[in-house]
């Protein structure tokens, strides 16, 4: 039986969200929020593993919180990224979902691993809702 979803201490969240990203076979998604001042913040090696999966032609997401003039920015300046925008930080989820099968996400202050099917299908669905219900 899957747990729901495994606690991870804030040093491992980054080492496992890199090597994980290394089996990503055909999408990625992952939430930007404009504002998120986590201790836990994307460095060279996840941004170097996500350019890989770039090249290799693998679906990368990014859905975006924040201000709709950034939004549009960071839009122009990653052509290679599908963008959809989500609002305001008011609704933000920090996630990264994995080939729609496992999800790294916060929960509160602390950072979780799952592959439990519903909790990763509750997490695209409400971003999915997010993205359509936009004010941008």
């Known amino acids: 039986m899957t747990k ?3 606690p991870l201490e804030e040093k491992e969240v980054l080492v496992r969200v890199v090597k994980a990203l290394s089996k990503v ?6 939430v ?7 201790s836990v913040q994307p460095d060279e090696k996840y941004f170097a593993a996500v350019k890989n999966l770039i090249d290799k032609g693998i679906v990368v997401r990014r859905f975006y919180f924040g201000c709709f003039e950034k939004y549009l920015r960071e839009k122009a300046q990653n052509p290679q990224i599908e963008y959809l925008y989500c609002g305001t930080m008011k609704k ?5 979902i ?3 099968a496992a ?10 691993y799952s592959e439990y099917p519903e909790m990763v299908q509750m997490i695209q669905n409400y971003l999915k ?5 936009s004010d941008g």
């Open 4 to 6: 729901l979803y495994i």
């Open 25 to 30: 076979r055909f999408s990625l998604a992952v």
């Open 32 to 38: 930007q929020g404009e504002e998120d001042t986590s």
């Open 92 to 96: 933000y989820q920090r996630a990264i």
């Open 98 to 100: 994995l080939d729609q």
């Open 103 to 112: 999800i790294f996400c916060k929960i509160g202050n602390q950072f979780c």
């Open 129 to 133: 809702r997010c993205s359509l219900g």
